[in-house]
């Protein structure tokens, strides 16, 4: 059986991501802070013949990623999705409660969980998988997303870095930087203002979590020869991180 650990599960890309990888001798272990959705979404995976496994924690304490997962053992693929974005300003303005907050969730999140599922293929000797969604932020910073811009080029390193790191234990390391997406990305990092959210979306097209998560299950698919580093994916109008069409 195929053991996939999810985080960030409770909407958007995670949600989408473990939807399209459900399915019979597979078991998707999702994370997320909320277990009402956490809750919604197992039984929506096991009506797909999968099991699935409910992780209620926040990736921000290490004491609780290593609580909660630690206990689990060999998983075959780990999607390090948990991620955010707060807050829209110049630097000057900024938040520094929001600037922890992406941190902490974007950076910190994702090396406590990597550190310790990571370990384990390690010493399993089968190898793994390890995806990290990133973001087209990661290589193409903008004004007024210093910090989040900053968090994503992070992801980016240590992609490129854990790539190396864990060659000889044939586990293959990953990357997916989406351009816009229409989730509650928007909303979270506007602090729940609805209208504003939607008019970063207004006049185009955007990507859906569906359309992310198609992309990590063709990632997923590859031969255990096959390692796909990256993936950018864009909407048809969008060119990068300040060019895109609105009609």
């Known amino acids: 059986m195929k053991r996939i650990l999810i985080t960030g599960a409770t909407s958007g890309i995670g949600r989408a991501t473990a939807l399209r990888l459900a399915a019979p001798d597979t078991k998707i272990i999702i994370t997320g802070r909320r277990l009402d959705r956490l809750n919604a979404l197992s039984k929506e995976i096991t009506a797909k013949g999968a099991e699935c496994e409910v992780l209620n924690f926040d990736v921000r304490s290490e ?74 932020a990661g290589t193409e910073p903008y004004e007024n997303g210093a910090v989040y811009c900053a968090s994503k080029h992070a992801v980016h390193a240590i992609s490129q870095s854990m790539r190396a790191d864990l060659l000889s234990a044939g586990i293959k390391v990953g990357e997916i930087r989406p351009g816009m997406v229409e989730t509650e990305f928007s909303q979270v990092r506007f602090h729940g203002d609805k209208e504003r959210a939607a008019n970063v979306y207004k006049g185009i097209m955007p990507l859906s ?37 609105r009609r």
């Open 209 to 245: 979590g569906d359309d992310v998560a198609e992309a990590i299950a063709w990632m997923i698919s590859a031969p255990m020869h096959v390692n796909i580093n990256e993936i950018v994916i864009m909407p048809t109008p969008q060119a990068g991180s300040y060019y895109t069409y």
């Open 63 to 136: 004491h609780e990623c290593t609580k909660h997962l630690r206990p689990l053992g060999y998983v075959d693929v780990l999607i390090n999705n948990a991620g955010l974005a707060a807050g829209l300003e110049h630097i000057d303005k900024g938040s520094t409660y929001d600037w922890d907050a992406m941190i902490d969730t974007n950076v910190k999140g994702l090396l406590y969980v990597t550190r310790i599922i990571s370990s384990e293929m390690v010493l399993s000797g089968k190898g793994g998988h390890i995806i990290n969604i990133g973001s087209i």
